[in-house]
């Protein structure tokens, strides 16, 4: 299996709602990321989960809230956000090796529509 | 700075043409990796390729090949006889220890005419 799975495909939700988005791998990655991309933009790093723990938060504010409980998903829980959060969330996975760096395989991706 | 520039911001060909799109990038770094995407409408990133700082071999696999020239800091992609299948936006990523993460360039559109 080497492919990252993203739940929901299409997410629409209003400024006072709680949502989360969910991405799965089964190929034994030990490192996870959260990309946000605006349209006609490249992505942007959210956030990296290295061996379940946070390494690396791109100073995301906090409505936006990363969770890994197993070394398979990656959670990303949203609470009033705002309608310029409306972009195209990626999850991504690779193997995590020190002083290595490894291609990283993502997901399709949740579009995110905030009103 | 690490940046990565893709000065296309759009290309249309019509098929069976050849095309390449260009990367030029600035680093730090002495290690670095350089990366292509390709991102369909769909929206799934999908990786080409990864070259190292070391490997200036050029690349080569079925209609896609990679220029890398450190001296140029260039990182171009060749598609040869183009297919309307390749219609996406490719972008171009650097990977160093100096950020720890992908920097991508801005991304080219590619429009593959039939």
């Known amino acids: 299996d080497t492919e990252v799975t993203q739940t929901p495909k299409h997410l629409v939700m209003g400024m006072t709602n709680k949502k989360s988005l969910k991405c799965e791998q089964h190929?034994?990655?030990?490192?996870m990321y959260w990309y946000k991309q605006k349209a006609k933009k490249p992505p942007e790093l959210m956030f990296v989960?290295?061996?379940?723990?946070?390494?690396i938060n791109e100073s995301v504010p906090s409505r936006f809230s990363p969770e890994c409980p197993n070394s398979s998903l990656l959670n990303l829980h949203l609470h009033a956000l705002q309608p310029e959060d409306s972009a195209l969330y990626l999850c991504?996975?690779?193997?995590?090796?020190?002083?290595?760096?490894?291609?990283?395989?993502f997901g399709p991706g949740t579009r995110l529509t905030v009103l | 700075a690490q940046k990565v520039t893709q000065a296309q911001t759009e290309i249309s060909v019509v098929e069976k043409e050849d095309v390449t799109l260009d990367c030029v990038y600035e680093?730090?770094?002495?290690?670095?990796?350089l990366f292509w995407y390709k991102q369909p409408p769909s929206g799934e990133l999908v990786f080409l390729i990864r070259?190292?700082?070391?490997?200036?071999q050029n690349e080569i696999s079925g209609r896609y090949s990679w220029n890398f020239q450190k001296s140029t800091s260039s990182f171009n992609f060749t598609i040869t006889a183009s297919q309307v299948v390749d219609s996406a936006v490719y972008f171009c990523?650097?990977?160093?220890?100096?950020?720890?993460?992908?920097?991508f360039g801005t991304g080219t559109l590619l429009a593959v005419q039939p």
């Open positions: 070259r190292n700082s070391f490997d200036e």
């Open positions: 989960y290295s061996y379940e723990k946070l390494s």
């Open positions: 990523a650097h990977y160093g220890g100096a950020t720890n993460k992908l920097i």
């Open positions: 190929m034994g990655h030990r490192a």
């Open positions: 991504a996975s690779s193997q995590a090796r020190l002083g290595i760096y490894n291609e990283q395989f």
């Open positions: 680093t730090r770094d002495t290690t670095y990796y």
